[in-house]
């Protein structure tokens, strides 16, 4: 079974960085896809950030330039660098790595809360 369990978020101030992690267990293949999602109160879960095993990564347009996602497929782990944070960045962001169809697992989700 796999599990991810994220760390790294907390409260921080406009124009401020975090940066969130993300390790994984129980996958012993790095042949999966690394997503970044976030959802914040009353709206729906979107997505963030995605990066591939080769490295290859796509984000969304409101964080393009402030927002860096990276991974080490030794150690299981990823990564969502976010700078020049704005309140509208706040929400809980959860990790997510599919395996083609075998896995979709998803972390238990940390708080970013972007305010003054």
């Known amino acids: 079974q796999v599990q991810l369990v994220e760390s790294g978020g907390g409260l921080v101030q406009p124009g401020g960085s975090l940066r969130l992690s993300c390790a994984a267990s129980?996958?012993?293949?790095?042949?999966?896809?690394m997503y970044w999602y976030r959802q914040a109160p009353g709206k729906e879960r979107e997505l963030v950030a995605s990066?591939?095993?080769?490295?290859?990564?796509n984000y969304a347009d409101s964080v393009k330039g402030r927002f860096a996602i990276s991974r080490d497929n030794a150690k299981k782990t990823g990564s969502l660098q976010m700078n020049s944070l704005k309140p509208e960045d706040t929400a809980v962001y959860y990790c997510?790595?599919?395996?083609?169809?075998?896995?979709?697992?998803w972390g238990q989700g940390t708080q970013v809360t972007v305010s003054s």
């Open positions: 997510n790595v599919k395996l083609g169809g075998a896995v979709d697992a």
């Open positions: 129980g996958i012993f293949s790095s042949n999966y896809v």
């Open positions: 990066i591939s095993r080769g490295g290859s990564t």
